[in-house]
């Protein structure tokens, strides 16, 4: 493999990393929205709990993706910034203000502010995740440096990848969720939604998949030329149908580590239909990457990262997780 | 200029944050570690105080500085084409520091009650450390766009990239030592700022008292390096970029022994910093060592190469005043704890703390103004003009003014949030909950 290929798996990587931890806060932020019943009360307090000591370091990711970019593939970052000014400047409002206002909710002492950061905090937390996904399908298009490139986010591909990213983070959400919750009731709720976010995510795919014939042919190409490609669309719908059935089965342990590699692999199918373009047409992996020994050092300094990162990551995971880490199926 | 607002504006909003981000989770270990080391359970109410205030502006920050990451592309894209390969290096080392610190603010925070307390202040250690640490890298970065270094330039591309010595430029040293001791200085003089208001009315209350101890110690010795290393990062500047040391002083006429301005008022029609005290001579002594050594002036450099001067000189004024009346409540403050051997109580004294306390924070915004003003017209020295930089995009002042209100309107909650913090003393359940 060549550094600057390495480089690019590695970014994916990441973003896949984001998506699994940082995008499941998203999705807390959307139940919070949606949090309904008689346990409103206590299903708003479990994804609090849930998100609280992490969110920070999971949404490292997302910079750690950014700066990869930056670094990695200098003329691809500025063509992406450029192009999709508009919907980025949308997201990182939306990253402002979900962040500020989830800490200002646990931190604020006056009364009645709870609810009054509640929804500052659960909009944007579902709105994100829509942008998040518009500007990767934008991408995917191959028209964003093309004329109109500035409001190519704003056709269907698009936005039912928008719509798709949202409804995956929902499901990861739910999905965690049923196994942090110590109230059986509760763990029914998110058992619920994990099952209507899995439909939602079933149906915007075949959207998504339809649509990218005829709006992203580039991709659509990749995909089948690749030949990973079709093991991996197998394996995900092996696996999709696999956390439905444990899902059902109330098997929470099991459908969470199900969930989790079922949406890895939807990222990785993506990134195999992107493979070897960064930004199609024009910028492909290998011509936008920055000298080989750019691209050498930021590979040691990953490397040399990595070895303080995941100890700690492991500690946090230790100190907070552990119980739903090694916690029996209820 | 709408997107040099904006960035300025989100540079001048994150920096708070990151500032006293680096600053405040020290005086939070300090205070903890007097818990441990004493049992006197006031302290341990002090760090848990703190640790929330960091918990709130960390938070803030680290949004905040999500938001740069993404507007370096946004709004310079043409800087990031160039410089992207140059120096990622300090960025992506720094997305560690950064990783490193959330990791463990997540478990400080979150974890009073749930692993030993020698655990516990081993993670607060950890925040300090890499918090000190990516503030550090990222004024490397900004040290490069000052003293470029660590390419070759062919035909206006770029080539022979080398990202370690790029990290390694000379303006780096001075600007990052002087940028962290800042924090602390900044950091720990408001915070000791707050804590004399409330002693000014209760001159017994025990949990500001120990409050003022702390962020006196950390915020005032960071105060009294502060000049030493003010005085070298000003000698980097007039090795390497002439021309913002000429807008710095005010200084319009090439010459030897040149004078040391205090104050003043920059004229650029008559070419003459007016209204200024100046000691002759002095100025050369300082930056080169010599009483006789050349300062070169600003009408020695090309009109379209020099930094706006009365921006500069004021700034820097700023910066100046307000770091020496900040050493000097230090060393009042130390002078008055050795004599009576106590936290040091006088009423005055409190006062002056109390009217120092913006400063640090106000030195910090000048001395940004000074670094990034005295560098234009350019964004990398003497390589790449910030009109070249700057993104086609259209329309960006709607979207400088979007973030300026959301900014306000955060600042606001924020500082509303602190003050809540610190406003009353230790409840009794805060003092016997944990363990």
Not at chain 1, 93 to 109: N, Q
Not at chain 2, 44 to 63: E, N, Q, S, T
Not at chain 2, 89 to 113: C, H, K, N, R, V
Not at chain 2, 374 to 394: D, H, K, M, N
């Amino acid at each position: 493999m060549t550094p600057e290929s390495t480089l690019a798996a590695i970014m994916l990587a990441a973003l896949t990393l984001y998506a699994l931890f940082g995008g499941a806060d998203y999705g807390g932020g959307a139940w919070d929205l949606l949090a309904s019943g008689p346990r409103g009360r206590a299903q708003r307090d479990l994804i609090a709990h849930a998100i609280g000591p992490v969110w920070e370091a999971n949404h490292v990711w997302l910079i750690l993706v950014v700066v990869i970019l930056f670094t990695g593939f200098p003329p691809a970052f500025s063509a992406v910034m450029t192009n999709l000014h508009l919907p980025i400047s949308l997201m990182l409002v939306g990253i402002v203000l979900r962040g500020s206002a989830f800490t200002f909710r646990a931190h604020d002492p006056s009364p009645g502010s709870e609810r009054r950061w509640n929804h500052r905090f659960s909009i944007p937390s579902a709105i994100t995740p829509v942008l998040l996904g518009s500007i990767v399908g934008a991408i995917a298009t191959g028209r964003v440096e093309g004329p109109g490139g500035a409001s190519a986010w704003l056709t269907p591909f698009p936005i039912a990848v928008g719509l798709l990213t949202l409804s995956l983070f929902a499901y990861l959400a739910a999905v965690y969720l049923t196994v942090e919750a110590d109230d059986p009731a509760l763990a029914d709720d998110f058992r619920a939604r994990a099952i209507a976010a899995w439909l939602a995510s079933a149906a915007l795919a075949a959207a998504v998949y339809g649509l990218a014939r005829s709006e992203a042919p580039l991709i659509a190409r990749g995909l089948d030329a690749s030949p990973w490609g079709f093991p991996v669309r197998v394996a995900t719908a092996v696996l999709a149908a696999a956390v439905l059935a444990a899902l059902v089965g109330r098997r929470f342990v099991l459908a969470r580590a199900g969930a989790m590699v079922q949406v890895a692999l939807v990222i990785l199918g993506c990134g195999l239909a992107l493979n070897p373009y960064l930004v199609p047409p024009g910028r492909t992996i290998a011509n936008s990457a920055s000298p080989p020994i750019t691209l050498k050092l930021m590979l040691g300094a990953l490397g040399a990262g990595s070895i303080v990162l995941f100890p700690s990551l492991f500690c946090l995971w230790r100190v907070f997780k552990s119980r739903a880490i090694v916690r029996p199926k209820p | 200029m709408a997107a040099r607002s904006q960035m300025a504006m989100s540079l001048a909003f994150h920096i708070i944050f990151a500032v006293i981000g680096v600053a405040l989770p020290l005086m939070m270990i300090v205070a903890e570690a007097q818990w441990l080391r004493t049992g006197d359970r006031v302290y341990r109410v002090l760090a848990r105080r703190w640790a929330k205030g960091a918990a709130i502006l960390f938070a803030v920050g680290a949004v905040s500085g999500t938001v740069l990451s993404f507007e370096l592309g946004l709004l310079w894209p043409g800087f990031m084409k160039f410089a992207g390969s140059i120096i990622g290096m300090p960025f992506s080392l720094e997305g560690f520091a950064f990783f490193t610190e959330a990791i463990f603010l997540g478990i400080y925070l979150y974890g009073w009650d749930r692993i030993s307390p020698r655990a516990h202040w081993l993670a607060g250690l950890m925040v300090a450390v890499s918090g000190a640490a990516s503030g550090w890298l990222v004024v490397l970065a900004n040290a490069w766009m000052n003293t470029p270094v660590g390419f070759t330039m062919v035909d206006g591309h770029v080539t022979d990239v080398d990202p370690i010595r790029a990290m390694a430029s000379p303006a780096g040293l001075a600007e990052a030592l002087h940028m962290t001791l800042a924090s602390y200085a900044a950091t720990g003089l408001l915070a000791a700022g707050v804590h004399a208001y409330w002693l000014l009315r209760d001159k017994a209350d025990a949990f500001h008292r120990r409050g003022l101890a702390i962020a006196l110690a950390v915020g005032g010795v960071a105060a009294v390096l502060q000049p030493i290393s003010g005085d070298y990062a000003a000698k980097v500047v007039a090795r390497t970029q002439v021309a913002k040391l000429a807008a710095m002083e005010g200084q319009f006429q090439t010459g030897r022994r040149a004078p040391l301005r205090i104050g003043g008022i920059p004229d650029v029609k008559a070419g003459a910093t007016r209204f200024a005290i100046e000691i002759p001579a002095v100025l050369s002594w300082m930056a080169y060592g010599d009483a006789n050594a050349e300062v070169v002036g600003l009408d020695d450099i090309r009109p379209e190469d020099r930094p706006d001067v009365r921006v500069v000189h004021p700034a820097f004024q700023i910066m100046v005043g307000c770091g020496m009346a900040m050493m000097g409540v230090s060393l009042w403050g130390a002078w008055l704890a050795w004599r009576r051997r106590r936290v040091p109580d006088a009423r005055w004294f409190l006062r002056a703390v109390l009217l120092t306390s913006p400063m640090g924070m106000i030195a910090i915004e000048a001395g940004w103004t000074v670094t990034e003003v005295g560098r234009q017209p350019w964004v990398i020295q003497g390589i790449l003009r910030t009109s070249e930089a700057v993104t086609p995009v259209g329309g960006l002042w709607g979207s400088m003014l979007a973030y300026t209100g959301l900014y306000l309107f955060l600042g606001a909650v924020v500082v509303r949030l602190l003050l809540a913090q610190f406003r009353a003393g230790p409840s009794a359940e805060e003092m016997e909950a944990g363990s």
